[in-house]
């Protein structure tokens, strides 16, 4: 009888060990994106009917429907993100770092991507963000297919003439992108000159960019008024 009973006890242990391996390796169900950037690449993957909530900086893919709105990509309503049920959040290192820990605390899976720092750290994060909803082979299809664009794009511009180029992330403080960022190498990659390339800091002032004299100003609008910026630049 004991022998039985130990038996059984071996079998229901393997068999909780089997199912709890099994819950893990499922692709998630409902997830919660933080990050535009992440919801348009859960879009490319085909996951985006996944998402039940995401911030109001997230853009809705042309076809689909909109999505539960849960904050900012830096400050998050907690209440409404564990009503939603998530089975997922994906985040990035802007979004509050105690509303991070305190979601951790009660039990859901959070996933943090860092700010990547160049074009092959974007396409290591795709394919970890891949392996998280189990797509990793369209991932590196993906990725395939990007690397062959830049390397496209760079034959067909490295004869022509390099302009120089001011990309402008904020406005106050007057904010741009240094060497260490990604889009430092897109600039690059289109054939383009950075101004910025050597600052150890995005912080710049107006007549620092004016002196270096760029040829183009990039203007990104998320947060700021792209339309205001133009004209103060214009003056």
Same mark, same amino acid.
């Given at each position: ?22 819950m893990a390796l499922a692709s998630p169900q ?66 509050n770092d105690r509303s991070i820990r305190k ?16 074009? #092959? =750290? &974007? ?10 909803? @189990? $797509? !990793?082979?369209?991932? #590196? =299809? &993906? ?10 794009? @760079? $034959? !067909? ?79």
């Amino acid at each position: 009888m004991i022998k039985r009973n130990i038996i059984f006890e071996l079998i229901l242990a393997l068999a909780i060990t089997i199912l709890s391996a099994t819950m893990a390796l499922a692709s998630p169900q409902r997830i919660i994106s933080l990050s535009p950037a992440v919801t348009e690449q859960l879009h490319l993957l085909g996951e985006y009917d996944k998402i039940v909530g995401n911030t109001t900086y997230c853009l809705v893919p042309a076809g689909q429907k909109g999505k539960e709105k849960v904050g900012t990509i830096v400050d998050i309503n907690i209440e409404k993100i564990v009503g939603l049920k998530p089975d997922l959040i994906l985040t990035t290192q802007l979004t509050n770092d105690r509303s991070i820990r305190k979601l951790k605390d009660m039990g859901i899976k959070v996933e943090v991507f860092p700010q990547p720092k160049g074009f #092959e =750290e &974007i396409c290591q994060q795709f394919i970890r963000l891949g392996d998280i909803v @189990r $797509k !990793r082979d369209k991932a #590196e =299809e &993906i990725v395939s297919k990007a690397k062959g664009k830049v390397r496209e794009i @760079r $034959k !067909r511009v490295e004869m022509l003439p390099k302009p120089k180029v001011f990309v402008q992330l904020g406005a106050k403080p007057l904010f741009t992108a240094t060497g260490d960022s990604f889009v430092d190498d897109f600039i690059d990659f289109a054939g383009g000159v950075n101004i910025t390339h050597n600052l150890k800091r995005g912080l710049i002032t107006r007549e620092e960019v004016i002196k270096k004299n760029p040829d183009i100003i990039m203007i990104v609008t998320m947060g700021i008024a792209g339309d205001r910026e133009k004209k103060v630049w214009r003056k």
